[in-house]
């Protein structure tokens, strides 16, 4: 059985219960959970499974599921897809990340060398995690903003703007 997501409006207060599957059909808000990655200066730009669409992400991500909390979901999200449990800080919630309707709270994590040779990846979730600069994910998104997922592109420029760095912002589909 599918599991079950909150329904959430605007305002992110739960209004019902769907699976992803309906909340998808019918583009109802629901929360999804992201985590940016880091090691030393480097993002973990995940690239998503080929049987999904191939596509350039968070680090980790993926919904929230119904009663659960945002944190909590995103340190699931963290065991399942890359075998690690650390504490998460909060960056924000990102307001309209995606055309999915998807109600974002984004979390990050700093790593060592040691924790990233150690990380065990959920090849049925992504191929890899690349190590870019916030730089180098910024000229790769400006130079090819299809290859990324619409709700990385908007959590990046949201990144960016509250982190208060100097690199250019990405365009969205």
Same mark, same amino acid.
């Given at each position: ?6 329904? =959430?409006?605007?305002?992110?207060? &739960? ?7 309906? @909340?998808?059909?019918?583009?109802? %808000?629901?929360? &999804?959970?992201?985590?940016? =990655? ?11 499974? /080929? &049987?999904?669409?191939?596509?350039? #992400? %968070?680090? &980790?991500?993926? %919904? ?17 897809? @890359? ?10 919630? =990102?307001?309209?990340?995606? /055309? /999915?309707? %998807? ?7 700093? @790593? #060592?060398? =040691? ?34 997922? #619409? ?20 365009? /969205?589909?």
């Amino acid at each position: 059985m599918e599991n079950l997501l909150d329904i =959430v409006n605007e305002q992110d207060e &739960v209004i019902g219960r769907a699976t992803a599957q309906e @909340i998808h059909a019918k583009l109802l %808000h629901h929360r &999804v959970a992201a985590v940016f =990655v880091f090691c030393g200066d480097k993002l973990l730009v995940q690239q998503r499974a /080929r &049987v999904k669409d191939g596509l350039l #992400d %968070h680090s &980790v991500g993926g %919904h929230v599921d119904a009663g659960e909390f945002y944190e909590k979901a995103a340190a699931r999200e963290m065991q399942e897809e @890359i075998g690690l449990e650390v504490s998460l800080q909060f960056v924000g919630r =990102v307001p309209g990340a995606d /055309r /999915r309707n %998807h109600v974002l709270s984004l979390f990050e994590v700093e @790593i #060592d060398n =040691v924790q990233f040779e150690s990380l065990e990846i959920d090849m049925r979730e992504m191929e890899e995690l690349i190590p870019m600069t916030l730089e180098e994910v910024s000229q790769k998104m400006n130079e090819n903003p299809a290859a990324f997922t #619409d709700g990385f592109l908007s959590t990046f420029n949201f990144y960016v703007t509250k982190k208060g760095l100097s690199i250019p912002l990405v365009p /969205r589909k």
